[in-house]
């Protein structure tokens, strides 16, 4: 079955960084495009970034440009997100989830239980 | 960005109530639209896809409509089960956007 297992969140200082991973497996991971989602506390759902099957091209939200990095090895079937320049508001919980296809048009289908990032001093 | 407005923010219904919940795109999206149901403490679960699939094992109740702007999810008859917060999202652009969420309580 399809498992996604976040991990890497914590407690960091503002401006800090901290890289975060998801292990995929029960599927091939080459095959599908992922996302990051985030979810601050109590409130809704923010895309964050996207990376196509093969790496060949990644998104990011506005709110992260610059300062995120999407990225995956798939020769481990992890999925990474690189987060730089912590701010308060980038607290929240992180999950990743699989597109139902290569590309970031499709769907998104399975979805990790999610890994907490809290940033505060 | 294309934003996603989701109307009502919040509702409250009763088991075996016809509610519909909708999602306002602020462009053209054609039917690149998802919704998702989340329970509190529980990541989310794609229930409809394109505006109008609904996903294996996802109860007949619900259903979705729409394309361009304007879109609707409506659950024909409420279950104790679906009250939860519901998403959509689009997939038109690079840029995804989810709606702010409703969250669906019991009267």
């Known amino acids: 079955q399809v498992q996604l297992v976040e991990s890497g969140g914590g407690v960091v200082q503002p401006g800090n960084s901290l890289r975060l991973s998801c292990a995929a497996s029960?599927?091939?991971?080459?095959?599908?495009?992922m996302h990051w989602v985030r979810q601050a506390p109590g409130k809704g759902l923010e895309w964050v970034a996207f990376?196509?099957?093969?790496?060949?091209?990644?998104y990011y939200a506005d709110s992260v440009k610059g300062r995120f990095i999407i990225s995956r090895d798939n020769s481990k079937n992890i999925l990474y997100l690189q987060i730089n320049s912590l701010r308060a508001e980038d607290t929240a919980l992180y999950y990743c989830?699989?597109?139902?296809?290569?590309?970031?048009?499709?769907?998104?289908?399975?979805w990790g239980q999610g890994t907490m990032v809290t940033v505060s001093s | 960005d294309i934003q996603m407005t989701q109307s009502p923010s919040s509702l409250s219904a009763s088991v075996g109530d016809r509610v519909t919940i909708t999602c306002r795109a602020s462009?053209?999206?054609?039917?690149?639209l998802n919704w998702y149901q989340q329970k509190p403490g529980k990541a989310p679960k794609l229930l409809i896809s394109?505006?109008?699939s609904v996903q294996s094992g996802v109860p007949s109740r619900f259903s979705g409509g729409g394309s361009g702007t304007d879109f609707t999810l409506t659950i024909s008859s409420l279950q104790p089960e679906d009250f939860a917060t519901y998403y959509c999202?689009?997939?038109?652009?690079?840029?995804?956007?989810f709606g702010q969420g409703t969250r669906l309580e019991i009267k």
């Open positions: 989830a699989r597109s139902t296809d290569t590309s970031y048009y499709y769907p998104l289908d399975y």
């Open positions: 029960g599927f091939t991971f080459t095959a599908y495009g």
């Open positions: 990376i196509w099957y093969d790496g060949s091209n990644r």
């Open positions: 462009q053209n999206i054609n039917t690149y």
């Open positions: 394109y505006a109008s």
């Open positions: 999202q689009q997939s038109q652009s690079t840029l995804i956007t």
